[in-house]
């Protein structure tokens, strides 16, 4: 499975962003979805999952109420709206792709996007 993020950008504190990540290859699989985040001189960090259905979904505490995932089958994609942005969710965003359940190590997933960008200036 390869995965291509898309969607990152700069924009403002308060201001939103949508992700993007395009899953193309062996897609017949129920994979659950997830996004992770690093930022510089930290390390990558859980930020939500997703279902195969879309009926589950998990999010970290620092982004509930703010960010939504979502997924299209039928197109391969999943996305991450991002609404009320902060400097601290400055970060390179990753899509991964792993088997059930909803699960929030980045070991346990096991494919990965390359990251997009997004910068919150204050």
């Known amino acids: 499975v390869q995965l291509q993020a898309s969607g990152g950008g700069l924009v403002q504190a308060g201001g939103s962003l949508r992700l993007s990540c395009v899953a193309s290859?062996?897609?017949?699989?129920?994979?659950?979805m997830g996004w992770f985040r690093q930022a510089p001189g930290k390390e990558r960090e859980f930020v939500s999952a997703?279902?195969?259905?879309?009926?589950?979904?998990k999010y970290t505490d620092s982004v509930k109420g703010r960010f939504t995932i979502s997924r299209d089958n039928a197109k391969n994609t999943v996305f991450l709206q991002m609404n009320s942005l902060k400097p601290e969710d400055t970060a390179v965003y990753y899509c991964?792709?792993?088997?059930?359940?909803?699960?929030?190590?980045?070991?346990?997933?096991?494919?990965w996007g390359q990251g997009t960008l997004v910068t919150v200036s204050s």
């Open positions: 991964a792709a792993g088997s059930p359940p909803l699960v929030i190590m980045p070991y346990q997933y096991d494919y």
């Open positions: 997703i279902s195969w259905s879309g009926n589950s979904t």
């Open positions: 290859g062996r897609t017949g699989s129920r994979y659950i």
